[in-house]
């Protein structure tokens, strides 16, 4: 209680409106609550980490990494032929150098490929070949299992 007034007579000495969420929200916090909170967190941490592992080691085999996999699986699903780069690094979250990088590592097995948007000099497209839509079937199973197994379902 004592943090939250010098938090607000700080604002106030800035001239600042104090915000009434971040008041009704440092209001009602209680230690079980962020307890529960952080719980939460890391349940989904653990999740995260042990379904990522398990999807690196059953890729492996197919030569695909998790990244990878998911450009090819977005590429492979779209009904257009091509996607652009911005909307596919969204859907996969990656930044836009990661999935340069990522798209760099499929053109170069031959899984993918790379196009000037012909409306838009500043847009690239992605296409996926026919090798690219062939290593993702073949991996598609492996990928399944491995999220059956880590999430249980």
Not at 92 to 100: D, E, N, P, T
Not at 133 to 142: I, L
Request: proline share 2%; aromatic share 4%; glycine share 8%.
């Amino acid at each position: 209680m004592q943090m939250q007034m010098l938090q607000l007579q700080k604002m106030r000495s800035q001239n600042l409106r104090t915000p009434v969420r971040f008041r009704f929200v440092a209001a009602t916090r209680t230690k079980k609550k962020d307890e529960a909170l952080v719980n939460a967190w890391r349940g989904l941490l653990d999740s995260h980490a042990r379904a990522h592992g398990a999807l690196e080691r059953a890729l492996k085999e197919h030569d695909l990494g998790v990244s990878e996999f998911e450009v090819l699986e977005r590429l492979a699903g779209d009904s257009a032929e091509q996607r652009r780069m911005q909307e596919l690094g969204e859907a996969v979250h990656l930044s836009q150098s990661a999935l340069s990088r990522v798209v760099g590592r499929l053109e170069k097995d031959g899984l993918a490929t790379r196009g000037m948007c012909p409306d838009d000099r500043r847009g690239i497209f992605v296409c996926i070949t026919d090798a690219g839509r062939e290593r993702y079937e073949d991996a598609r199973p492996a990928h399944r299992a491995a999220l059956a197994d880590t999430l249980g379902k």
